[in-house]
């Protein structure tokens, strides 16, 4: 799986729009970027993931650059329940491997 | 989205006894689960890969004999932790593959935190 590069933290005040960097420059073509968040003492939360075109769901958007070497995950109203660790995470569908997560970023929605 | 459940939901047990913690897909059939650990402010580790009707696989550095994991059906593995010990207190959470429209998505379960005292 192609490696990822997040912020370590971010603030948003709440009601503002959360947008969530991710690097990935090692991306191959085949593999999908995923977004899963973890809110304290939870287990992960899917949020979003795709390949090459934009994406968009009830809970955010996802925005691939053309060369799909990075990507942003955006919240488009933050809320306080938003705040939680947001993991950005590269990979082939249909491997049936795990999903590796890194670091991840601490994103703090403020009132 | 897809739910998965875990019970229970956390255990405190004393050093030597053996706990079960179950993951179930409520909704959908899982031929693959996977079971991660977390310890306090660090990222999910996968412990490892539990099949159906087939043995489980562990990451390097996981003890087989101590994480017994069975995938006896299609919507249920469990993970035995025996002779748990006191550095085995952690947040045991569970992951579970569907597939819709041809892709992949995995749908975490709530965790299961365990205490040995």
């Known amino acids: 799986d192609a490696k990822t590069t997040q912020p370590t933290s971010m603030d948003c005040a709440e009601g503002r729009a959360a947008n969530l960097p991710c690097n990935h420059s090692t991306i191959s073509g085949n593999e999908y970027v995923y977004w899963y968040r973890q809110i304290h003492s939870q287990g992960p939360q899917y949020i979003i993931h795709?390949?090459?075109n934009n994406e968009t769901n009830e809970m955010a958007s996802l925005i691939i650059t053309e060369d799909r070497k990075s990507s942003t995950l955006i919240l488009p109203h933050a809320t306080l329940r938003d705040t939680a660790v947001y993991y950005c995470i590269v990979r082939v569908t249909d491997s049936g491997y795990a999903l590796n997560f890194g670091k991840g970023t601490s994103l703090l929605v403020t009132p | 989205g897809a739910v998965v459940s875990q019970h229970p939901s956390w255990v405190i047990c004393k050093s030597g006894t053996s706990v079960k913690i179950e993951c179930r897909s409520l909704d959908f059939q899982a031929t693959t689960m996977f079971w991660y650990r977390q310890f306090p402010k660090q990222s999910l580790m996968l412990m490892a890969t539990s099949n159906e009707g087939s043995k489980a696989t562990y990451e390097q550095g996981v003890e087989k004999d101590k994480f017994l994991i069975n995938h006896a059906s299609l919507t249920l593995s469990t993970l035995t932790v025996t002779s748990a010990h006191p550095e085995d207190s952690s947040f045991y959470i569970c992951s579970a593959r569907v597939f819709s429209s041809f892709r992949e998505t995995q749908y975490f379960g709530p965790g299961t935190r365990l205490l040995v005292l």
């Open positions: 795709g390949l090459k």
